[in-house]
């Protein structure tokens, strides 16, 4: 018997089928079948381990204690499935997300005071409830209009920012928070000689048993023939066993106090009480932009981890969906004292390999995190800063995509320029302005693109009804009739281009002699890769039609799409033009015009 | 002997061919028949007529002393025609631009103080400067990115603006320029029990004359068989004849003292001192952003004016040539003691239409206004300025364009948005940061209707190659493929929205049954609409192929265009898909992968 079968019947007498309508009871629940079990408890297992030492090094990175990476671990990972339409989403604290709120609160107040976890707090309530607004007022399509390689730069310049931080813990260096990356570096070298090199050891350690983990025991364990399925808790234990040895080691050495190496410290026992965002009007609004942003980036990086574990299964998530369940988890770590999560990549791609089946998986992840903060905290008393430091820069080096950087500026440069814009205004400009200019330059850069399109003179090909570039073929033209074919939409960044081309054609004296036609009496405007004429294009183009008139030129038309035609007609461009002067073909047009 | 053969000999001795690549001279000069000098000169003369109270009306409006206008009128009417590409642009102050100055140095100091004239000339200086970089640059370009839409709701609420805030002056009332429009409108119905009835009277009046030589007289004139030649000089003294009707009643019945109708009274006599603007590096900064958006718009108007009257000559106007041209003009206000200019619509249509052939019309302009400030300015004292108020008035209104809206509304609900949100911005918000916000809800509307483009699953037309639509046309088409047409380029804007349009297809049962193919095994993507397929584009199409695979679907692609071809070819992508699975043509393609 199913799970389904059971709950459908109980439901059926609760008649709960109209309340369905109005209460969100997740798909999978209803069609939950027992063989999915064993994969969601060992998949809510593995992701557990290694979430537990990610969401302290994370909230450390965010200027927070790091029990809030904790609580942050426990409610949102339940509430998440309970309305998100991914089945392996795993949400919690992620890396960016966690320097973006250390960016904009640290503008604020003193990191880890209680004033600083009060607006942490705030923020994540804001983001919550901005999420939420976003999906139902179903706004999930905004985030189309950053492109790969903005999101791919901001990431990629976030990712450095958070390793070189990172540095100075793993030297066991004492440097206080910095303004910009560049005094950051630079205090770095001007205290190196004093690291503190048991830390170090400790943390390059780290660094070689999570590297280890990663690569060649992986490809060891295959060549002993050993499963993915078998291999894959195997290899991502790596951080929980560098938290267990760091800890040990400091324990056991009294390492702590004897070579002064950083560790964790006291964190309080038990669950978090309760806990309430301030409401005053002022706070609400400093926080608003910041808000905005890290809702849009959160938003970001969980939906293209829903969306791209869920096409493996042909499964579909929903974008607006996704927007409400990370809002209410946003909202649920808001009032458990947390701050603010998302859904990461990393450990749903984690999930998804474990044999998670449901979103089961992660409601045990949550579980399993109460668990621990109910009983375990001391045990985290003697672990070092060095092995989280470690953890958060193997989990950031490879979010450095050059790789994409040096793809795209080969094959298009306008987008590697948007690439580096994004990245260098990251590192040197700000995290939130990074993404904001980096937007800018995108769309500025596509508008660029598309506002002198290509253009070509075209003529008939042979005997056929082809009509080809003049450049390209060896075509028949007419001195009398000018073909045009513009390869794209006409709108207002590009209709003086077409304008001015025309123009230069038919009386600029200084044009190269392809462009120079100074006998031309009559313009054929080939329209086939034409899907849309803007106001600003039209007036243009009735205003180039006037002027040629009195020149004694004549325009026409050919292969207006379907709906472009249908919206000419309606505000009068067809009668203005003469409908005889618009052919359905351009083989007509040129038989009829030019009798070629 | 035409003036030409007699200078080009002068030139020739002078060996002054070479000197020309380095110091512009005049195209037109070099050309210059002697029968072009009356039309010049009429022209010159009839332009002066409407210039001088425009001039000094403008710069009241600017909050400046009216004889800054006149100065203004002087060396830039002399110096554009040498440098500019258009033969009949008239330059001088302008409406829109003043308000842009009245409402930036507003802010700083009082308006008609010393510290305020300083700060005029600073930022004529600093217009001139970027004008003539921007030419230099060659960034005429970017004013293509302002829609039709974005531009004329920014001078329709411009002029509204300027209209509203001349209701003062026409009525007679007291009030002191205000932060908002809402308060100044506020001010209006609050003091205008206190209306000045004899000003009003004077005011109504000159709109009244106004308006009859607008369109009565004209039409009074036609019908009598008057030619357009005779009209437009008659039409045309309208506003001098305002100003001389205005000036005497004051004078003759001693309205200024015995009413208390505000005149303009003294204005110096003589030329202006030649000024030198201030140049400490704050105020610089501070009016930087301001200058920004006068030259832009100054240009914009000056480029647009120069072009569509160029036009109808068969001319040329070149973009970059005239931002020199029109910052060089803007440099000669700046130590003239004028304040920004360019070229105004309205006054070079005159200068055109009362026959202007060359620059010369232009420089007897300027020639005649600096006879005017060296003798007649004492004559300007009792002149009132509700007539002033007139002018103006009457000059605007025909600028607020609910026309172009209304049509925009009709044809194209995105433009009219765009204009809509830049009339009330510039209303509301402010003139600058009105037609930004414009520009920016331009662009996104833009790129937001192509992020969601018209796509068509297209089938086989009968027997022929064409494929079409399926919803528009009876065609063929089979269970197992599925072709489909985009019509748009994949750009990062809508290459999410082609993707989810195909996952919804084959997963996601709760789509329209037309979507929804769960038996497709093969997917044909029509090309012949993608101009570009951009980085991030690339990304996503590959990343569709690869999950298309793990779900035993295959990908093809026909019609390519040959420069999207070479690109892909480039990077790879051709290898990755397969060089046999892009087709030439769809025909090719439905035949071999569908068999019809």
Request: proline residues 4%.
């Amino acid at each position: 018997m199913t799970f389904k079968s059971l709950i459908d019947s109980i439901l059926e007498k609760l008649q709960v089928d109209r309340l369905k309508r109005y209460i969100p009871i997740p798909e999978w629940l209803f069609r939950y079948q027992s063989e999915y079990l064993v994969g969601d408890i060992i998949a809510g297992i593995i992701v557990t381990s290694l979430l537990v030492p990610q969401s302290m090094a994370y909230a450390l990175l965010a200027g927070l204690p790091p029990q809030i990476g904790l609580y942050a671990s426990m409610l949102p990972a339940i509430l998440y499935p309970l309305l998100g339409s991914s089945r392996v989403l795993a949400v919690g604290p992620a890396a960016v997300d966690s320097l973006m709120v250390a960016t904009a609160l640290g503008k604020l107040e003193p990191q880890n005071t209680p004033e600083y976890l009060i607006l942490a707090l705030t923020l994540t309530f804001l983001i919550g409830c901005i999420e939420i607004l976003m999906g139902v007022l179903r706004l999930g399509f905004l985030v189309n209009f950053l492109s790969h390689a903005v999101i791919s730069g901001f990431i990629s310049g976030a990712a450095t920012i958070i390793a070189i931080g990172q540095i100075k813990h793993l030297f066991g260096l004492k440097i206080s928070n910095t303004e910009s990356l560049f005094t950051l570096v630079l205090s770095i070298f001007r205290t190196i000689d004093r690291t503190n090199w048991v830390a170090l050891g400790l943390g390059l350690g780290s660094i070689a048993i999570l590297l280890f983990f990663n690569y060649p025991l992986v490809k060891w364990l295959k060549r002993r023939r050993w499963s993915d399925r078998a291999i894959l808790p195997v290899s991502k234990s790596a951080p929980l066993l560098v938290v267990i040895v760091g800890t040990l080691l400091v324990w056991a050495l009294h390492l702590d106090r004897a070579a002064g190496v950083k560790v964790v410290g006291d964190i309080p026992s038990g669950l978090p009480h309760f806990s309430f965002p301030i409401f005053d009007l002022s706070t609400l609004e400093t926080l608003l932009p910041i808000a905005l942003a890290i809702s849009l980036v959160g938003y970001l990086e969980g939906f293209a981890g829903a969306q791209s574990l869920a096409r493996k299964r042909r499964e579909k998530v929903s974008a607006n969906r996704e927007f409400i369940a990370l809002g209410v988890a946003n909202l649920g770590a808001a009032f458990s004292g947390g701050y603010p999560v998302t859904g990461g990549l990393g450990r749903s791609v984690v999930n998804f390999a474990a044999g998670a089946n449901t979103g089961l998986a992660s409601i045990i992840t949550g579980l399993l995190v109460i668990v621990i903060v109910m009983f375990l905290t001391p045990m985290f008393y003697f672990l070092p800063q060095t092995c989280l430091a470690a953890i958060i820069i193997i989990a950031v080096y490879k979010l450095i995509d050059l790789a994409t950087f040096r793809r795209m500026w080969l094959y298009d440069k306008a987008d590697a320029i948007a690439w580096l814009t994004t990245f260098i205004a990251v590192l040197f400009v700000g995290v939130e302005k990074g993404i904001l200019l980096g937007a800018i330059v995108a769309l500025v850069l596509h508008l660029w693109r598309t506002s002198h399109p290509h253009i070509a003179i075209v003529g008939r090909l042979g005997e056929t009804e082809h009509f080809r570039n003049v450049l390209r073929y060896d075509v028949k033209t007419s001195p009398q009739v000018l073909a045009i074919r513009v390869d794209e939409s006409l709108y207002f960044a590009n209709a003086k281009y077409l304008e001015t081309y025309i123009f230069n054609a038919i009386a600029n004296r200084e044009a190269t002699p392809l462009e120079y036609r100074p006998d031309v009496k009559k313009i054929l405007l080939v329209c086939s890769a034409i899907n849309l004429i803007d106001a600003s294009a039209l007036e243009i183009l009735e205003s180039l039609i006037f002027d040629l008139r009195l020149l004694g030129i004549q325009f026409y038309m050919s292969e207006v799409k379907g709906p472009v035609m249908d919206k000419l007609r309606k505000i009068g461009f067809v009668d203005y033009l003469g409908e005889e002067r618009i052919f359905l073909s351009t083989d007509r047009a040129m038989r009829e015009l030019a009798g070629i």
